[in-house]
């Protein structure tokens, strides 16, 4: 199984719609979650670590982490904004990754602004240089596999992404489309963002029909260019998530997280008996490769 790892819930970027909002918490050292990734592999359950945030490139250690995962011998990958990456971080981490995603929702400059997928001071990630930083990698690693995660709200509802992911001659393997996850607690509220069941298909069909892709199971569609496409659109329940303060948590008892075990201390294989993991929904995600 996989595990979603949140290193940091700090972000480059102010995404209006983003739900990796976690309790406060004392942020776990570089070595309490190598022991955390010790807990998870003695399970005998996970063989695959995402590490995901707010934005992990921000976390220091998670250039350590990376390699440790994968000396665990397990399948490492890392979803991001993208804007961080160098040079020198391709070529210190790109042979150890599995896959590296991408945080996509809009190739469209005033969409980006308006979602808030862009810095304090209004710089994006150029569709260019995304280009660039993909050539990079794949140049290090060619077997590595590109994913892009686009969450699907009513500021780019519209929009057919697929277009300039052919334009672009993106080598994109997986491609999510992610209906946006409303989620309010006390300091955070995304329900005004919300998009309804027709608007969601909507813009699954009109995407995947861009890219002459068949659907080939509930939420799977493939296209002869070689990318998957995953319509996803519910979320609550398919995922094990480690939030950035080392706890399992829970997304289906409310609207927020709710904190299982810590994994730092608690036995990691008793938390994911306690979780309402949707398995159905699971593998269905992650039927194919």
């Known amino acids: 199984m996989k595990v979603n790892v949140h290193v940091t819930e700090k972000c480059n970027f102010h995404c209006r719609q983003c739900y990796a909002k976690f309790e406060e918490h004392l942020v776990p050292t570089t070595e309490e979650w190598m022991r955390i990734i010790d807990n998870c592999h003695a399970s005998g359950i996970v063989n695959a670590y995402n590490f995901a945030g707010g934005e992990p490139l921000l976390y220091k250690g998670l250039n350590k982490l990376i390699k440790y995962a994968y000396s665990k011998g397990a399948a490492v990958s890392i979803i991001t904004n993208g804007y961080l990456i160098n040079d020198a971080w391709i070529e210190e981490n790109a042979m150890y990754l599995d896959t590296i995603g991408f945080s996509v929702d809009s190739f469209q400059r005033d969409t980006l602004k308006d979602i808030g997928r862009c810095t304090c001071s209004g710089k994006i990630l150029e569709v260019e240089r995304l280009v660039d930083i993909i050539r990079k990698l794949k140049a290090v690693n060619p077997k590595l596999r590109i994913k892009i ?141």
């Open 149 to 289: 995660n686009s969450v699907v709200s009513s500021l780019n509802k519209n929009e057919d992404l697929a277009s300039d992911i052919i334009g672009y001659d993106l080598p994109v393997s997986r491609w999510k489309l992610l209906r946006m996850c409303p989620f309010k607690n006390d300091e955070f509220d995304n329900y005004d963002l919300a998009v309804s069941d027709m608007e969601y298909q909507e813009f699954v069909n009109r995407n995947t029909s861009t890219l002459n892709a068949v659907k080939s199971s509930e939420m799977i569609y493939t296209c002869d260019r070689g990318t998957e496409i995953v319509a996803e659109d519910r979320i609550n329940g398919g995922y094990i998530m480690i939030d950035a303060g080392g706890y399992l948590v829970d997304d289906t008892l409310n609207t927020n997280y709710t904190r299982i075990i810590d994994c730092r201390t608690e036995d990691f294989l008793t938390g994911i008996e306690r979780l309402n993991l949707d398995k159905e929904l699971y593998e269905a995600r992650y039927s194919k490769k």
